[in-house]
Nanobody
Framework: QVQLVESGGGLVQPGGSLRLSCAAS????????MSWYRQAPGKQRELVAA??????ANYVDSVQGRFTISRDNANTVTLQMNSLKPEDTAVYYC???????????????WGQGTQVTVSS
């Protein structure tokens, strides 16, 4: 099994920055893609950004140019969020696509979520 632990959420004023981190731990696994999703009250969870094991990234249009996703190492992903807007307020979830050697298959895992609030 794989556990994802997130950190870095909080309250920030519009135009400010936050950095989210997510670390995967466990045994006998290999992380492929990692991504960040978010869910605002009353809305569906949406993909914000994703990065492959090789470092190729893609973003939802609303955060392009403001957010940067990166792999610090094979099992850690960071989301640097700049120029934050009130509409970025949501619970942010880390997601990892892991290959489990014991079962020889892929499994998706989620973090517990971290609140990001952008407000003056």
């Amino acid at each position: 099994q794989v556990q994802l632990v997130e950190s870095g959420g909080g309250l920030v004023q519009p135009g400010g920055s936050l950095r989210l981190s997510c670390a995967a731990s466990g045994r006998n696994f290999r992380i492929n893609d990692m991504s960040w999703y978010r869910q605002a009250p009353g809305k569906q969870r949406e993909l914000v950004a994703a990065v492959t094991r090789g470092g190729s990234a893609n973003y939802v249009d609303s955060v392009q140019g403001r957010f940067t996703i990166s792999r610090d190492n094979a099992n850690t992903v960071t989301l640097q969020m700049n120029s934050l807007k009130p509409e970025d307020t949501a619970v942010y979830y880390c997601n990892a696509d892991a290959y489990l050697y014991a079962f020889m298959n892929y499994q998706a895992y989620w973090g517990q979520g971290t609140q990001v609030t952008v407000s003056s």
